[in-house]
């Protein structure tokens, strides 16, 4: 079933189902009492036994066989201009059958039957819209305008003009899209490209609405109007992927129609033919045909899936993947091509130091003490990294300054120590430039360390993989599944994290709309395509993809607007969500050929005058119970290798 088709159509086709609150299962519950009041009452009351059956026909079937059953054919007639009926008024038409002949029992069980099998289905389903709530709150909705006069006002994001010089103090959200004029500071940018390293930025550089400030307090010029800003091109795309959705049916819904006006046609035709043809009689052809409808009606077929994605939805949550409904998870099975969004989703998502190198000149113990004492004043997440690697002897008193674009800088026994990106050093030897361009190829973020401005030291960090990663990507490999790795972070970084794992295609560099867009064309050149993702900007790719996949210690929106949740961070149970879908489809085919084969014989016994309707509705509903109790063997957990057999 298609993300969207419950956000932007699913009010025309299947109104019914969802504007009736508890009234349809209240409904069926009432009809289920009636029934099973009426087989208690003895052959003294056979006509209030038979009112009570109807009755309860009537109120059990009500909304899934007359508001759908009826409602649905005539809106779908109207909209394809073709008759195109829906399946639940074949079933009510074998109850109605039934209850002509003087069977209202079987009448009244069919309907008990397929509609408690229809609610079940809405329940596995879980049809849950897309939540963009909580996107749309992080919109920022003031900023603080600088007028002529040079005072400062308050006012809404949507007054701003392009040109206009606002403020951003240390710790806000940047207002709007522009570039700064002056000042210096760090931004955190996850919300636009996924990244949890800060950026450093200073005049002329760009910033991004929705974007959070650190420490430095800046001025910009506004250059973009507040619908043309990248994170207001996130909300539309979201917005727009979903309704453009189709809803994916599953195989039995397209099949229905045509077995449905198969069984009408053949019906009709068979009662007026066989009194010509094997000298019956009207009443012999009247009930062998109502017999046949009985047989015909797709009961079992309708109950193929339920028990099955029940059992597999059940499974799986209680192994920490939840899904938002079972036919993205019939979606996770076909699937040809995944692509992975890189930090905090194929990474830790957060830097470790992974390499050092210091002068051989130089005392590393004491180096080390200088290390964390100017690192312990820092907020930056390459600090924390650091600091988590490095475990001080001496504990040092260092006074610290933090400057943008120079690092941390303080004094220790009359020599200069200072920390920072390997720009901001003018004179470094070839021995360490070689070393940062090597890890730099590498994919890693590189900091030098310099006593006096002469550089004595290097280190790298990098987000790394997390640990199954690599197992993960081998998996969808082997299966032929095309993997692509699709990051806001440079072509090196991305390019690196892909070697290490194995990955068959890199798209680095890229912004939310160019996310969603390659999704488009793995789309097209694949096929069917999962997106897995943790952050903001992933949004809108995992909506447009056929199933989206969000970590569970992602970002709320990336949760709300995905189809499948990983808890616990865990891309093991990627895996193994891959490996039950495929488990539950073919499970699904079985019950189908099942269910089929069994109409078969029914007919042909019918046809020949071997069985009549109480045979036929037990071995119909029989039928019925067995595809339901081979779904529930999907609620036992399989050995991993016999799954992947």
Not at 393 to 422: A, F, M, S, W
Not at 528 to 556: K, Q, R, S, Y
Request: aromatic letters at 6%.
């Amino acid at each position: 079933m298609s993300k969207t088709h419950e956000h932007h159509d699913h009010s025309h086709s299947h109104s019914h189902e969802h504007n009736h609150g508890k009234k349809p299962i209240v409904l069926y519950f009432i009809g289920l009492t009636l029934a099973i009041i009426a087989l208690f009452l003895n052959e003294t009351y056979e006509i209030l036994q038979n009112i009570l059956f109807s009755v309860a026909t009537l109120t059990a079937g009500y909304h899934v066989v007359i508001l759908e059953g009826i409602g649905e054919t005539l809106e779908n007639t109207r909209a394809c201009k073709r008759f195109t009926p829906n399946s639940h008024i074949l079933m009510g038409l074998a109850a109605l059958g039934a209850s002509l002949i003087g069977e209202f029992w079987e009448g009244t069980l069919l309907i008990l039957i397929f509609s408690g099998a229809h609610f079940l289905e809405e329940y596995a389903e879980g049809r849950s819209k897309r939540e963009i709530t909580k996107l749309v709150e992080l919109n920022p909705t003031t900023a603080r305008l600088i007028t002529s006069n040079g005072n400062i006002e308050t006012v809404n994001v949507d007054q701003l003009k392009i040109g206009d010089h606002i403020q951003v103090r240390n710790g806000d959200q940047v207002p709007i899209d522009g570039v700064i004029l002056s000042g210096e500071t760090s931004i955190d940018e996850s919300s636009i490209n996924g990244e949890s390293i800060p950026k450093e930025k200073t005049k002329g550089d760009p910033v991004f609405g929705s974007t959070i400030n650190g420490t430095g307090t800046f001025t910009m010029e506004v250059t973009k109007e507040n619908d043309d800003t990248v994170f207001s091109k996130i909300l539309q795309l979201v917005d727009q992927n979903q309704n453009n959705q189709t809803k994916v049916g599953s195989l039995i819904k397209k099949f229905e129609p045509k077995y449905v006006t198969f069984v009408l046609i053949a019906i009709v035709s068979f009662i007026v033919l066989a009194p010509l043809l094997f000298n019956w009689t009207w009443e012999q052809s009247i009930y062998r045909g109502l017999v046949l409808l009985v047989a015909a009606a797709p009961c079992a077929l309708a109950a193929a899936t339920v028990s099955v994605t029940l059992s597999a939805t059940s499974n799986l949550a209680k192994k920490g993947v939840l899904s938002k409904g079972s036919s993205y998870l019939s979606q996770l099975a076909n699937i040809e091509a995944i692509s992975f969004d890189k930090t905090g989703t194929l990474t830790k998502g957060k830097p470790e130091v992974t390499n050092v190198h210091f002068s051989d000149a130089v005392n590393e113990e004491e180096l080390i003490d200088i290390i964390v004492a100017l690192e312990k004043e820092s907020n930056h997440p390459l600090a924390d990294a650091i600091l988590r690697k490095f475990e001080t002897k001496n504990k040092l008193d260092i006074q610290v300054t933090n400057q943008i674009g120079k690092g941390l800088e303080g004094k220790y026994n009359g020599h200069c120590y200072r920390i920072g990106k390997p720009t901001s050093f003018k004179s470094v030897s070839d021995a360490f430039s070689n070393l940062n361009n090597h890890w730099e190829i590498e994919g890693k973020t590189v900091v030098y360390l310099a006593k006096d401005e002469e550089v004595i030291g290097l280190i790298g960090l990098m987000d790394v993989p997390n640990e199954q990663a690599k197992a993960t990507i081998d998996y969808f490999k082997q299966k032929g599944i095309h993997t692509t790795l699709i990051t806001g972070d440079s072509e090196k970084t991305g390019q690196a994290v892909a070697k290490k794992l194995g990955i068959n295609e890199v798209i680095a560099n890229v912004m939310p709309e160019d996310k969603s867009n390659t999704i488009n064309e793995q789309k097209k050149r694949h096929g069917v395509t999962a997106m897995v993702g943790d952050g903001i900007n992933d949004a809108p790719a995992l909506v447009n993809a056929d199933v989206g996949i969000a970590m569970g210690d992602g970002t709320d929106v990336a949760v709300d607007v995905s189809d499948l949740i990983l808890m616990q961070n865990d891309l093991s149970k990627l895996v193994q969500s891959h490996r039950m879908s495929q488990r539950m489809n073919r499970v699904i085919w079985q019950n189908i050929i099942f269910s089929m084969a069994v109409v078969v014989f029914l007919v042909i016994v019918t046809f020949l005058g071997l069985t009549d309707i109480s045979i036929s509705v037990i071995i119909h509903e029989g039928s019925t119970l067995v595809v339901i109790l081979n779904g529930l063997q999907l609620l036992r957990s399989i050995d991993p290798q016999k799954l992947n057999a």
